[in-house]
Structure formats: structure tokens, C-alpha cells
């Protein structure tokens, strides 16, 4: 691995005038050292990280960095203007300038090298000695760490000026550190082992803020926000635990960390992941740079909020790549995050095709399906052309399915790599008509196809074009061939076979065919069980006329659908007290969720208590699908909720239909909830208070 910076990358005597000049001048030095392949092209990615956040610091820094497919190795430029350079910091110029370039591949070995840069870049006495070092070889090797601040200090007379004009604190603040081992008092001692003598003589415990720090580029801003934090709490007597979100990976905070916690602070430019860890606490949300530059008045803030009892109603879960969980969990438990992480994506796709495909029939009526292309024939001022416009729409929109579904299960295994070969893979199965199948196999086939190339070996200077040229190129060639030639046949005949089964069931055994898709809609609440049974649906409406039982299973399936989360709601509102703060929020939602035919809304619920929740929910589902096929109740729409409601054939028994299953999930999940053993009140943060209080008393570091 070669040195990130030596003393080629390091100009002491910057003369440039602007950011832009100064960035120039630094990545000059790397294009020579081969570090950068394109001058211009690096410089734009610069400017468009800048565009996004100033990144100017207060204490006369700044940091410009990006990622660039023009980077062949991560690389380190260091500046030092005597005038100042402009970087929009709030106290003025910035005198240190660094210069961050990381390849768009880069490795976590270098962007930890990278974030304790960021860190060191909050230290007093790291700044000061690069203001004083007058040689560019020994200014590297202070950066790189081959020497010590202190070392550095050494040789530069105490009081001597920095290039801003500052004294030199070095050599106070090692005389400092000479008096604190000799036993003398010093002003510049730090006060929080006072603070935290003062709390365990009076038997009280240090106030606890657990706090969560990113960034756009994962590089700079998310470590020396996470530093400032740190630093500020110790100066106030605060324990301060930070989960920084960056690029070289992040480890979740253990959950007894946050239970323990008195307030949350997010110092954030990118969506925090799992920010539904951190509900029911006082909590201060911030940018990142509030993070480095105010970090007291963030700690006053979030204690001001504990004292006045004010906190997080709870938080929108993240995607389910962001809910990705800990390396160790098994690989069942993986697999199904992976299928969510599609379903999810593909939710949205369902919802707004499917309500659009309704109001198409509702205002063009349902020969709408046979109207010519609104491009060919459009009428403004006829309400049939407008309901042709929404239904093609709406159609369009449906097309998106399996390729959503397919590209989004990759991404959940192998991040924005796997997007590629998978929407590849999902278009593949709707040409062989492998259709929902077809796509499952080839999300998995195609996360699992890129996870095997990022495991070889790449030169430096190829790694900036793998994620954007060779992992796309090799994978969608690899699981294109695996879908035309070698899976997909087996698993376009598997998808006729299922369907060809449910079909047998239609007629004298409708009303069990009911019960058996109301059972698959509320198993897994809109995984790929759930799935099977609302694809076989639309398939049997997806044709110029469908048949009467076509529409009734359609029906049966949309009731059924809507059951789970509309009981949860009604569950969270007659009998609050067996639910958490956070699910009594959640069931606020559901209502709105079921009432729209989004299973999904009962997840939260179901994840945390399957043994109940599911069981529940398919009692309940089974109830409204054999009902719903007894009644005789039609639809045409594939999508809508009680939004479709004019569309119904025998819309009235329906919605009783409806209210029946509802209520049978509602008192099952009841009497459930209330047979269970309760824990004596407080348990859990006695618990999470030990867990915190065992690790602080060992030394050993709270973050896990």
C-alpha cells in the first residue's frame, strides 16, 4: 500500500487565492504522482462536493474531498496559505487545506486511515504543530502519524507564530501534560474527572447522550463530528457514546447503550440508518457541521429537552438495506431481509399503479382496458380518454414489478453494485414469463454474483472503474446467460404449475380457495407467500375480459390484504396499554395503510411479536377471504383499498366481509398479548443501566 501522502503532496507556501486554485494546485501534485488519470474531470467531483456543504471549519481548516472514478489510490494533499483561503467556514479563511481524494472503490483499510485523520484534524495541538512544522517531509509524516505533535513541537521555539498569526500551543500543551504526571495543577487539566468525582460523591450517575454523526461522502465531516462531540463531552462532565455512519463502515451501538441514554443527538447530512433504535428520547437533529462546530450548545440543547420531558414520538423506519442488522445473524435471517429489501422497493410501484389502474376504470369504466394508446387517440374534453390515460399509466407503472423487485433484492445483498445485473435479471423473467418467481431467483442470483466479484483481488489502478464499468458489465452478462439458457425455463414452467393449481380450486371450492388466500396474504405481510397470492390475482384480471371468478378472487385477496394492518390499529386503540409507545404510533399509521390494501403496515408488529401477531392475522385473513368468495363480491381493480370501493361488486357484504376478519385478528392478538408474562415495570433500563454502568467502570469502550 503506498503512503497516502508524502512530502510531493505537501506545499507549505500555498499561494493560491481561491478554493478553486487551491484545489487545483494540490491535485496537480497527485496527477504527476500518477494519484489522479483526469486534472478536470477529479476537479468537477471536488466542486460538486462542494456545491453540496462548504467545507470550511471553524479554527482555520478546510477539507475538500470527494470520491472520483479519476482516483486510482486514496490520497492526501496538505496546503498551508499565509493569506487564507475562503472555504465558507463561520470565523473566516482557512490557512490548513487538505485535499482528500478517495477512488469510488475504495477500501475500509484507507478510509480508516482517512476518518482518523478527520478526528485528529479537532485536536489543539495536531493543528498548532502543522502551523508551526517549516518542512514538507516532516509535515507528511506528522499527517501519516510517523510523528508525534509533541515531537513535532520540539523543534520549534515556544511562543513562535503560526501562519495565521496564532501563538504556537504545542509546547504549552506538552508542558501541560508534564505537569499533570508530576502531580501539579495545570489551567489546562481536563475537567471531567472532576465533574464525574463530583456525580459519584453525590451518588448520581453522569448524564448519557448516545449520538449518531454522517455525511454525504462518508469521509471527513462524519469522524471530526464524532470527535467535537466527544471532546465537548468530556469538557461538561456528559458521557457522550457516537455511532459514526461513514465510509469505512459503521458499528451499531449496543441497544443497552441506547436504552441507558438520556438524549440523542443526530449530526446528520444523510438519512441516519435505523433512526427507529432511538425513538421516545429527548433528541436534537442537526447537520453535521452543527455537529463540529457547536457541539456544547447541541449537549445544552438535548439536556435542556431531557429536563423538560420532552421527546421523539418515534421515527419512519429506514429501507431494509439500512435495517441490514449485525454480520453474525444467520443466513434464513438474511435471506428474508434480502427478499424485503425488493418487496419494499416494490411496494410503492403496486400502490401507485394499482390506484391509478382503479380511477382508470372508474372513470372510463371497464372497457377501459380495450381503449387504443391515449397517444393515437386523446380527447380532452372526453372523461374515456382521461380514464384510458390513468389505466395506461397505471399499467405502465405495473410493468416495473418484477424488475423493482429483482434489482432491489440485489441491493439489499450487495449494495448499489448488485442494481445492475438485477433489474437486468427481473426484465429477463417477465420476457421468458417467468414472471414473480423468475424475479426472486434472479435478485438472489444476481446479489450473489456481484458479492463474488467484489471478493477478487483488483489492481489500484482498476478500482475505480469497477463499480461503475466491470462489475456491471461481467454480472449482467453472467446472470443474463443464467436466466435465458439456464433457470429461467424451469422456473417459467414452476410459475404455470402454482398457478394452474390455484386455478383448480376455483368453482364448488371457492369459498376454501378464499381461506387459503386470505391464510397466504397475512403469513408474511407482504413478502413473497403474500406475493404469490396477489400475483396469481392480478394475472386472472389482467385480460381484456376476465371471468366473474377471476374478479371474486381478486376480491377475496384485496380484503384479506387489508386485514392485518387495520387490526393492529384497532388493537393499538381498544387496548393501548400491551403495546410499546412506538407501536401505538405505528398503529396510527396502519390505519391509514390498511385502509389503502398495504399489508405491509402490520410488519412493525408482526416483527416484533411473530408468535401472536402472524398467527392472528391469518385467523383473521382466513375469515375475510372465505367470506368475501361466499358473498360473491367481484373487483376489477388490482389495487385501491376502500378507495375502489365503487367498483365492487357487492360492495356492502364486502366491507362486512372485511369488518369480520378485522375483528377476529383484533381480539386474537388481545387475548394473546394479554396471557403473556409481564416484566416488572422498569426491568428494562435497570438491565440497560447495568450493561452501560459495567462497561464504563472496566474502561472498556460502551460502543460496540
Not at 183 to 192: A, E, K
Not at 292 to 307: D, H
Not at 592 to 604: C, D, H, Q, R, Y
Not at 619 to 628: D, F, H, K, P, R
Amino acid at each position: 500500500m503506498s503512503e497516502m501522502i508524502t512530502a510531493d503532496l505537501v506545499d507549505l507556501d500555498l499561494s493560491a487565492e481561491t478554493k478553486e486554485a487551491a484545489a487545483r494546485a494540490l491535485a496537480e501534485r497527485m496527477v504527476t504522482l500518477g494519484r489522479v488519470t483526469d486534472l478536470e474531470g477529479f476537479l468537477a467531483d471536488v466542486a460538486a462536493r462542494e456545491a453540496q456543504m462548504p467545507t470550511g471549519l471553524d479554527g482555520g481548516i478546510g477539507i475538500p474531498h470527494c470520491r472520483s472514478e479519476h482516483v486510482t489510490e486514496p490520497t492526501l494533499g496538505f496546503g498551508r496559505s499565509a493569506a487564507g483561503i475562503d472555504f465558507g467556514a463561520p470565523d473566516g479563511p482557512a490557512d490548513l487545506i487538505f485535499l482528500i481524494a478517495a477512488p469510488a472503490g475504495a477500501d475500509d483499510a484507507h478510509l480508516t486511515i482517512l476518518s482518523s485523520l478527520a478526528r485528529q484534524l479537532m485536536n489543539a495541538e495536531f493543528t498548532s504543530a502543522l502551523r508551526a512544522v517549516d518542512d514538507a517531509a516532516a509535515a507528511a509524516a506528522l499527517i501519516r502519524g510517523d510523528e508525534s505533535p509533541a515531537a513535532a513541537a520540539s523543534t520549534v521555539p515556544e511562543g513562535t507564530e503560526s501562519a495565521d498569526g496564532s501563538k504556537n500551543s504545542v509546547a504549552v500543551s506538552a508542558a501541560a501534560s508534564a505537569d499533570t504526571a508530576t502531580g501539579t495543577t495545570s489551567d489546562t487539566t481536563d475537567t471531567t474527572s472532576d465533574t464525574t468525582a463530583d456525580a459519584g460523591a453525590s451518588g448520581e450517575r453522569p448524564f448519557r447522550i448516545v449520538a449518531v454523526t454522517s455525511c454525504p461522502t462518508g469521509i471527513a465531516h462524519t469522524y471530526m463530528a464524532a470527535e467535537s462531540l466527544e471532546n465537548a463531552g468530556r469538557e461538561a462532565g456528559v458521557e457522550v457514546v457516537v455511532e459514526t455512519q461513514g465510509s469505512a463502515g459503521f458499528t451499531r451501538l449496543d441497544p443497552a447503550v441506547i436504552a441507558a441514554a438520556d438524549g440523542v443527538i443526530f449530526a446528520h447530512d444523510v438519512p441516519v440508518r435505523d433512526k427507529d433504535r432511538f425513538a421516545g428520547k429527548p433528541t436534537v437533529d442537526v447537520g453535521v457541521k452543527a455537529g463540529i462546530n457547536k457541539p456544547a450548545e447541541l449537549i445544552t440543547e438535548v439536556r435542556g429537552k431531557a429536563a423538560r420531558g420532552e421527546v421523539s414520538a418515534g421515527f419512519a423506519p429506514g429501507t431494509p438495506v439500512e435495517r441490514s442488522g449485525d454480520s453474525a445473524e444467520g443466513y434464513g435471517t438474511k435471506l428474508r431481509k434480502w427478499l424485503m429489501s425488493g418487496v419494499s422497493y416494490m411496494v410503492p410501484f403496486v400502490a401507485a399503479g394499482g390506484l391509478l389502474i382503479a380511477l382508470g376504470f372508474a372513470i372510463g369504466g371497464y372497457t377501459v382496458n380495450k381503449a387504443p394508446s391515449v397517444m393515437d387517440h386523446f380527447v380532452w374534453t372526453q372523461a374515456d380518454s382521461w380514464g384510458a390515460l390513468l389505466f395506461q399509466i397505471g399499467v405502465v407503472s405495473f410493468g416495473f414489478l418484477v424488475p423493482v423487485l429483482a434489482g432491489y433484492i440485489a441491493y439489499g445483498m450487495a449494495d448499489r453494485p448488485g442494481l445492475v445485473p438485477g433489474f437486468v435479471g427481473g426484465a429477463i423473467s417477465l420476457t421468458i414469463n417467468a414472471g414473480f418467481l423468475g424475479g426472486l431467483a434472479a435478485g438472489l442470483i444476481a446479489g450473489g454474483v456481484v458479492i463474488g466479484i467484489q471478493k477478487v483481488k483488483i489492481p489500484a489502478a482498476l478500482r475505480g472503474v469497477m463499480p461503475v464499468v466491470v462489475i456491471p458489465l461481467i454480472s449482467a452478462a453472467i446472470v443474463g446467460f443464467l436466466m435465458f439458457v439456464v433457470i429461467g425455463k424451469p422456473i417459467a414452467s414452476a410459475q404455470k404449475g402454482m398457478t394452474d393449481w390455484l386455478n383448480g380450486l376455483t368453482g364448488t371450492n371457492a369459498v376454501l380457495l378464499g381461506a387459503l388466500l386470505g391464510l397466504m396474504m397475512c403469513f408474511d405481510l407482504g413478502g413473497p407467500v403474500n406475493k404469490v397470492a396477489y400475483t396469481f390475482a392480478t394475472a386472472g384480471i389482467a385480460v381484456a375480459s376476465p371471468s366473474d371468478s377471476a374478479m371474486k378472487i381478486m376480491a377475496a385477496v384485496m380484503a384479506a390484504g387489508m386485514v392485518p394492518p387495520l387490526a393492529m390499529a384497532l388493537a393499538t386503540t381498544v387496548r393501548g396499554r400491551l403495546f410499546t409507545q412506538t407501536e401505538r404510533e405505528n398503529g396510527k399509521a396502519a390505519w391509514v395503510l390498511g385502509a389503502s390494501f398495504i399489508s405491509e403496515g402490520a410488519i412493525p408488529f408482526a416483527a416484533a411479536d411473530p408468535l401472536r401477531v402472524i398467527p392472528s392475522a391469518m385467523v383473521g385473513g382466513a375469515v375475510t377471504g372465505s367470506l368475501s368468495m361466499a358473498f360473491g363480491a367481484t373487483l376489477r381493480a388490482p389495487h385501491g383499498g376502500i378507495f375502489v370501493v365503487p367498483l365492487i361488486g357487492n360492495p356492502f357484504l364486502y366491507l362486512i366481509a372485511i369488518a369480520a376478519g378485522v375483528c377476529v385478528t383484533t381480539a386474537l392478538v388481545v387475548v394473546l398479548k394479554g396471557m403473556r408474562k409481564q416484566a416488572p415495570e422498569g426491568t428494562g433500563a435497570g438491565v440497560a443501566d447495568t450493561a452501560i454502568a459495567a462497561k464504563v467502570d472496566s474502561k472498556e469502550p460502551v460502543a460496540a
